[in-house]
Every structure is written in C-alpha cells, then in structure tokens.
C-alpha cells in the first residue's frame, strides 16, 4: 500500500513569488491534514479535510495561505504571495474514515524555504 | 487548550542501555497520546498510542510508553537501545478530536 505522498520534496522561492504543494493521501482516508514545522520548533497543525471539506482550518496562518481539496482525494496548499516567516517544513496526513484514536499517516514533507 | 512539552532536546545513550524520552501534556480532559519518529529525511512514523484502558502501552520497534494520569506524562521507553533507533521523536495529544498537538521533538542518538 503507498503511503502519503508529498511534491516538492524541496522548494526555494523569493518572497513575493507563489508556492504550490501537493499531497496524495492514502487512498481511502477521508481526513486529510497539513502541519508545519517552523525553524525546529514543534509541529503545528494547520487545518483538516473531511472528504473535500475543511473542517476545522483554525490553524491557518493567514489568508496568503489557500488549501483545497477538489473531489476529496489530493489536496493543494498554495501561499500567495510568500514570506521570510513561512519557511519550515510542511508536513501532510491522512487517517481513515472513522474515529478520532485513529493515528495519522505522515507524508515526508516539503521543505520550503523562503529567500 | 492542549499541549505538550518535551523537556529534553537531546538524549544520548549508550547501545545496549535504557532509552527514555520524556514528554508531558496539558488537556483540560481525556487526552489521546501518540508518539512519532522521523528518520532523516523520511515522514513522521507512527510508533504507538494511548486511547484507554491498560497504562503501560506496546509499540513498533520494542517501544513502549506509561500513561500517567496523576503525573501527565506519556515518557517513552525501550529496554535496550540500538544504534537505528537514532531519530527524532515527538509526542502529540489530541483532545478535541483530530487534530494533534505536538512536542518540540527529542533528538536522540544512541552511539555503538
């Protein structure tokens, strides 16, 4: 079974310029989940999908930060226009149907760096 | 509120000796308890939870890990370390329902 996918592994931009990451869940899971991590501090929670809804986005930065998930199977996570401070890692889950015990499924991550 | 603090940055064990990393939490109810670990450059691995029932609870790779109610601690352990176990490891708890609260991470190294 794949596991949760993630592209770019890298990404190097200049402030201003805009970003766009992808996550392929595993398929069958209908949560979906993105996390950042900022400069080796802990990992935070960005905002959750329920099939093709967001559910909870309480952790979104800001609005330069756009996350979608058309016909509720990949989803996209767009910055726009980017900053110094949105460096870090960003980290997408996955976790199936039912049940809040349910651990989730990390992907590896995209690095972004902000220059 | 949820949260969760590792106390330490860093452990360092000799191979063959005990692991513990520590991790303690803040939730205002019953908290689900997981610990994670990312090799180099790989995603976070889940290693093994906590919902209810018995404290002490089994996980992948010889891990385990103690619920403490009374002291809000989850410290993970294994017996005997080995050099692979090097990694970083986080604790995260979940209240509310999905959506995890994560420790700073503990980078351990074990060294041959």
């Known amino acids: 079974e794949a596991g949760v996918t993630q592209f770019p592994s890298h990404s190097v931009i200049e402030k201003g310029q805009t970003v766009t990451l992808r996550c392929d869940p595993i398929?069958?899971?209908?949560?979906l989940y993105w996390y950042r991590r900022v400069m080796g501090k802990e990992i935070k929670f960005l905002l959750h999908f329920v099939k093709e809804s967001k559910q909870d986005e309480s952790g979104m930065p800001n609005n330069r930060f756009l996350a979608e998930r058309t016909g509720g199977t990949y989803s996209t996570l767009k910055v726009q226009p980017a900053e110094l401070e949105d460096s870090g890692v960003y980290f997408c889950?996955?976790?199936?149907?039912?049940?809040?015990?349910?651990?989730?499924?990390f992907g590896p991550g995209t690095r972004l760096t902000v220059l | 509120a949820q949260s969760v603090a590792q106390p330490e940055d860093q452990v360092n064990v000799a191979e063959g000796n005990p692991l513990t990393v520590k991790c303690t939490y803040s939730v205002s109810g019953n908290p689900y308890l997981f610990w994670y670990v990312q090799y180099p450059n790989r995603g976070l691995q889940f290693l093994l939870k906590y919902i209810t029932g018995d404290n002490l609870v089994k996980g992948s790779y010889g891990f385990e890990a103690e619920f403490n109610k009374s002291q809000t601690s989850f410290h993970l352990k294994k017996p005997s370390a080995l050099v692979s176990d090097s990694a970083l490891y986080f604790c995260?708890?979940?209240?509310?329902?999905?959506?995890?609260?994560f420790g700073a991470g503990t980078t351990v190294t074990v060294r041959a």
């Open positions: 995260a708890v979940t209240l509310q329902g999905y959506k995890l609260s």
């Open positions: 398929s069958g899971h209908d949560n």
């Open positions: 889950a996955s976790s199936q149907p039912s049940g809040s015990s349910n651990e989730q499924f």
